[in-house]
C-alpha cells in the first residue's frame, strides 16, 4: 500500500458514517494493530471526535490478526462450517480490509465491518468502500489518533507552552533543561537504568527547573551575587516545580514531581527544601543534582565560557560525600571523560527524546529556504517536529520538496536528511532519517575565536564545526551578514599562527533569541591553508583528549 500523498482528511469519521448508513452496516470500525496489541478507534463512524481504546480479550476473532499478517481482505460468513468465534454473536459476516503501514511504521490499520444481514453483497460492498475511500487517508488518521492514545502529541505540546513561557523571561533556562536531562541519562545508563527509568529522568531534566517561571526574571537573570533574601526566594523554585510538574504528568509519572522537589537536596542533609539525607533522597534527584552542577560549569553562559573539563572532575571529587552521592559522582566523572566526545549520531538512543530542534524546508532548486524553530520528539525510529514559533511567510509549508532536521545538543549540532510530513499546522511527522554525510567534519571541544572582517570593523564570531568544504560558527544574532557577499575571515591561534579564510554565509539557523549558527563556505582556500587549519585543531584536540585522561587516571 503506497501512501504517496497523505493529506489528513478531517471528514474521514463523517464519510464512514454515511457509508455505514447506506450499506446498512450494524458495525464500523477501525483497528490499529501493534505486534499484538490491538487498539479500536472508538465510534469511528460517529460525528463526534474519536477515541482510541485498547482491546483486551475481547477480540477474540483471528480475523483482524489474518487480514494485518497477510495483507489480504479477509471474510466469513455465517455457514455452519465456520469456526472462528464472531465479534458479537449477531453477526452473519464479519469483514476485515488491512492496511499496510510499512512506509510510515510497523503499525498497521483494519477496518472492520460486521453485518448482521446475510444476504449482502459482500464483493459489492468492498469495491464501493475501496472506489469511495482513499486508504492512506484511514491509514494517516487512524495512525494520529493512536498517537493521541499513547500521549506522544499531548506531551509535545505540554513542553511548546511551557517553552512559551521560558523563553520570554528566561533565555539561559531553556538549554539548561535539555543539557541537565541529556547529562543525567548518561549517568543513569551506567547505573543500569532501563529504558523506561531513563525515559522518565529526561522527563524530570527537562522539568527539574521549571519553578523558576514563577520567581521574579530579574532575580534568575541577575548576573552578579544574590542578596539572602533573592536567594531565599530562589530556593522556592522546587516546591513551585513540583507543583508545576504534577499538573503536567502528576498523573502519568507521580514519582516525577517528588524527584524535581528533590533535586537541591544535599548528600550530607545540608540541602533543600527538606534536608534529606543521603539515600533518604531519591536516587534520580541525586543524579539530577550532579547533572545540574555539570551543566552549569560546562556550558558557556553570556558572562562566562565553559569550565575546564579536568576543574569539573576535580569540582565533583571535591564535593563528594558533601553535595553529591559519592557513587553517582564517580560514575559522572566516567561519563564527562566520555562524553566530551559527543557521539557522531546523536539519535541512536534506543529511549524517547525531546530536542530543541530546528526544521529546513527546502521547496526547490534556488527557491528559499524555510526555517521552522521548535522540538523534535524522537521515538527511537520515528519522530515529530513541533513548531513553537507561528510562521509569517507565505509559503505553503505543504509544498517542500526536502527537509532538514537540525538538532542542538550540548552545543553541537547534528544535522539530518529527513522526509517531513504535515500532520497539522504545527507538526510534522518525521521518517527516513539520515545523517547528512560530512567528511572530516571536526566539532569543537574548545571555544574557537575568529573574527569576520566588515567594512564597519571586525566580528567577533566562535567556530563550532569544521568540515573540508565549510565550518559553522556562532555569533550574536543581531550581526547582519549579506549572503551575496564575500566575506575574510581571521583565525587566531594559540601560538600566534593566523590565518585568513575566504568564503560566504550560505546558510542561518537561530539557536536562541541572542545567538545564531551560520555555515560559512569557503571560497578558494587552498589546500595549504586547510592543512594548516587542520593540523591546529587536532593539536589541540590531542593536548585536550591528553589533558582529561591525565586527570581522571591520576585520580
Ligand atoms: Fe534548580
Ligand atoms: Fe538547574
Known amino acids: 500500500m503506497l501512501l504517496d500523498k497523505p493529506k489528513i482528511n478531517q471528514k474521514i469519521p463523517e464519510e464512514l458514517w454515511k457509508f455505514k448508513e447506506e450499506f446498512n452496516i450494524s458495525f464500523l470500525d477501525i483497528f490499529i494493530v501493534n505486534g499484538n496489541k490491538i487498539y479500536a478507534l472508538e465510534d469511528c463512524s460517529q460525528k463526534e471526535t474519536n477515541i482510541c481504546r485498547p482491546i483486551n480479550g475481547l477480540i477474540n476473532s483471528n480475523l483482524i490478526h489474518i487480514a494485518c499478517s497477510h495483507g489480504k481482505v479477509t471474510y466469513h460468513i455465517v455457514d455452519g462450517k465456520n469456526t472462528f468465534p464472531f465479534l458479537n454473536e449477531n453477526l452473519m459476516i464479519e469483514i476485515c480490509i488491512p492496511i499496510r503501514g510499512e512506509k510510515y511504521s510497523n503499525i498497521d490499520v483494519c477496518v472492520y465491518f460486521g453485518l448482521t444481514n446475510k444476504e449482502v453483497d459482500v464483493k459489492n460492498l468492498l469495491s ?29 505540546n505540554v513542553f511548546v507552552t511551557l ?42 531534566g527537562i522539568l527539574h527547573d521549571v519553578g523558576k517561571i514563577k520567581i521574579r526574571s530579574e532575580i534568575i537573570n541577575k548576573k552578579g551575587s544574590l542578596t539572602n533574601e533573592e536567594y531565599e526566594e530562589v530556593k522556592r523554585h522546587v516546591e513551585f516545580g513540583y507543583v508545576i510538574a504534577k499538573e503536567i504528568i ?35 534527584s541525586r543524579i539530577l543534582k550532579v547533572a545540574d552542577v555539570i551543566d552549569v560549569l560546562y556550558s558557556p553562559r553570556s558572562y562566562k565560557t565553559p569550565v575546564p573539563v579536568e576543574k569539573i572532575v576535580a569540582e565533583l571529587n571535591r564535593c563528594k560525600g558533601k553535595d553529591f552521592d559519592p557513587k553517582v559522582a564517580d560514575i559522572a566523572i566516567e561519563v564527562i571523560k566520555e562524553k566530551v566526545v559527543l557521539p557522531t549520531d546523536i539519535l541512536r538512543v534506543s529511549e524517547r527524546r525531546i530536542f530543541p530542534a530546528m526544521l529546513l524546508l527546502h521547496f526547490g532548486e534556488g527557491k528559499e529556504v524555510c526555517c521552522l524553530n521548535g522540538y523534535f520528539y524522537f521515538d527511537g525510529t520515528r519522530g515529530y517536529f513541533k513548531l513553537i514559533e507561528i510562521v509569517t511567510n507565505k509559503l505553503d509549508l505543504r509544498n517542500s520538496v526536502s527537509a532538514h532536521l537540525v538538532i542542538e545538543v550540548l552545543s553541537s549540532i547534528y544535522e539530518y536528511n529527513v522526509h517531513a510530513i504535515p500532520l497539522d499546522e504545527t507538526t510534522w511527522l518525521i521518517s527516513k532519517i539520515r545523517t547528512v554525510e ?17 567594512q564597519e570593523g571586525r566580528i567577533s564570531v566562535n567556530i563550532r564545526k569544521l568540515s573540508e568544504e565549510d565550518l559553522l560558527f556562532e555569533c550574536n544574532s543581531m550581526c547582519e551578514f549579506d549572503t551575496s557577499q564575500l566575506y575574510k575571515m581571521e583565525v587566531l591561534f594559540e601560538n600566534g599562527e593566523e590565518l585568513i579564510l575566504n568564503g560566504r554565509i550560505v546558510c542561518n539557523y537561530p539557536v536562541t533569541k541572542e545567538s545564531s549558527y551560520y555555515k560559512y563556505a569557503f571560497v578558494m582556500v587552498s589546500d595549504t591553508t586547510k592543512e594548516r587549519l587542520f593540523k591546529q585543531i587536532f593539536r589541540k584536540h590531542i593536548d585536550l583528549k591528553k589533558r582529561i585522561e591525565e586527570v581522571c587516571t591520576s585520580r
Open 250 to 284: 502528576g498523573d502519568i509519572y507521580p514519582d516525577i514531581p517528588v524527584w524535581v522537589k528533590n533535586h537541591h537536596e544535599m548528600y550530607d542533609g545540608s540541602g533543600y527544601p527538606e534536608g534529606l539525607k543521603g539515600e533518604e533522597i531519591p536516587l534520580p
Open 163 to 204: 517553552e512559551d513561557m521560558i523563553k520570554v523571561n528566561f533565555p539561559s533556562l531553556q538549554l539548561h533543561l535539555f543539557n541537565v536531562a541529556f547529562w543525567a541519562v548518561e549517568i543513569a545508563k551506567k547505573l543500569n537504568f532501563t529504558n523506561k527509568e531513563q525515559e522518565k529522568l529526561y522527563l524530570a
Open 128 to 156: 464501493s468502500f475501496l472506489r469511495r475511500f482513499n486508504l492512506a487517508e484511514i491509514y494517516l488518521y487512524a495512525f494520529l489518533m493512536y498517537c493521541k492514545l499513547i500521549k506522544l502529541r499531548n506531551f509535545l
Open 438 to 454: 560530512k567528511n572530516s567534519c571536526v566539532c569543537m571541544l574548545w571555544n574557537l575565536e575568529a573574527f569576520i572582517i566588515t
